[in-house]
């Protein structure tokens, strides 16, 4: 297995990706950490990721890592598709962040019925499609599809996509507004404005614009079901059947948007282990401070806790779909909840170690803070809220059912 360079997130301290293809990846990613680091001034400045860095990802076979071999992917482990996001991310956490929202999607449409991939992919397998979950999306059922209108926030990387990916509960007699009938709606360029208004302190190279839908149609195929894919049989199932198609669809998401947050967590490590080589306390280097070095071994292990924990959770559910076994509902519960928690630990960690630094940290141009900002905004996701799904996950421990079927 290949070394990893000093510092790196690599899956060679702890775990085997298992192929030279996945080493290969990961290796590709190692390369790239350099020059993503060199532009993440012009990412932050420019508020999205620069077209080099997208064309990089293409060159490297990023986007393809989930994708069906149909379609010129391949269908990988999702265990080396976040080992690369992981190591992405200590480098420039926009830049990752885009990479698994993005990167995701192309799992995700596998999933939908198969005419909808020839839509996007039938002339060119490597378009791109963005996402807006939020149930914002106004529908009116009509012969063949349905009617859809909204205006949608937080669509990540959608400068760079040609598809848009969103969410919208449709009506029935009985239910005007059901969760239970959630749909994800595929959306071309043509059928959707951008709205350019991602004006935040933190995550700014993500580009995370509105998208604005004004009465299009969108064809049944073109649509899928939320309990389709709670259910782990979709309709684009009767073609991609492999194991990699049969997990949950929030699960794969979910791990997308807290994997940049990790992965940032150990690009601060790095840089607060460089701060302290050369920082003076008094007559004393920072590093010489026994409390600096117990804070730098804590956030070393929690890493590596959490890293080990989201891969861990990804092996078991592989086991249960290459055996053909349904993952138990309270597993997945559990696996909901460790992924939202890393947000908040990654925030509480980089927090301290920011504190630490003193403060140099908080001037203008200090990574530390940079990176603390990334990791605080990636809180306002939903899906690292980890209130809902701790309460969630209690429950079911003292025996009530599961009543979150975004797991």
């Known amino acids: ?3 990893s360079s000093a510092g790196a997130i690599s899956a060679a301290d702890t775990y085997s990706l298992g192929s030279a293809r996945a ?4 290796e590709a990613a190692r390369a790239l950490g350099p020059v993503l680091r060199e532009r993440s001034a012009q990412c932050r400045a420019e508020r999205k990721v620069p077209a080099a860095t997208i064309a990089d990802f293409h060159d490297a076979g990023f986007f393809k890592m989930l994708q069906p071999e149909q379609w010129g992917g391949y269908a990988m482990d999702p265990q080396v598709f976040y080992c690369v996001g ?23 449409l596998a999933v939908f019925d198969d005419r909808a991939a020839a839509d996007v992919w039938g002339d060119d397998p490597s378009v791109l499609i963005s996402s807006s979950y939020a149930p914002v999306g106004k529908v009116t059922p009509v012969e063949g599809g349905y009617r859809l209108s909204g205006r949608w926030s937080f669509s990540s990387g959608s400068e760079h996509c040609q598809w848009a990916f969103l969410g919208a509960v449709v009506p029935t007699a009985d239910a005007p507004f059901d969760m239970m009938n959630y749909r994800t709606f595929l959306v071309p360029a043509s059928d959707y404005a951008i709205v350019d208004n991602w004006d935040v302190v933190g995550l700014q190279g993500t580009g995370s614009h509105d998208v604005v839908v004004d009465d299009v149609f969108v064809p049944e195929h073109r649509t899928h079901r939320s309990i389709d894919g709670y259910h782990c049989d979709n309709p684009g199932n009767a073609v991609n059947d492999a194991p990699l198609y ?16 990790l992965g940032a967590l150990q690009g601060s490590l790095d840089d ?9 306390i008094g007559p004393n280097i ?7 070095r117990r804070l730098a071994a804590e956030v070393k292990a929690s890493i590596e806790e959490m890293k080990l924990t989201m891969l861990r959770n990804f092996d078991a559910m592989m086991a249960c779909t290459r055996a053909g076994e349904p993952i138990p509902v309270e597993d997945r519960v559990r696996y909901r909840y460790d992924s939202a928690v890393v947000a908040d630990r990654c925030l509480e ?13 908080i001037r203008l141009g200090s990574e530390l803070l940079a990176r603390h900002l990334d990791i605080l905004a990636s809180q306002a996701h939903v899906a690292n809220n980890s209130l809902p799904f701790a309460d969630n ?10 009543h979150d079927y975004a797991i």
């Open 1 to 3: 297995m290949a070394t």
């Open 349 to 361: 960690l980089s927090g301290r170690m920011l504190k630490a630094a003193g403060s140099g940290g």
């Open 86 to 108: 992981l190591e992405i991310a200590r480098h420039c956490m926009s830049s990752a962040w885009v990479l698994g929202v993005v990167a995701v999607h192309n799992w995700q």
């Open 23 to 26: 080493e290969a990846l990961l």
């Open 286 to 292: 920072m590093s010489a401070d026994p409390a600096v």
């Open 393 to 402: 996950m209690g429950g079911v421990l003292f025996g009530e059912e599961n």
């Open 246 to 261: 049969r997990l949950p669809f929030m699960q794969v998401f979910v791990r997308a948007v807290c994997t940049a947050s």
């Open 272 to 280: 607060f282990v460089e701060v302290a080589k050369t920082r003076r």
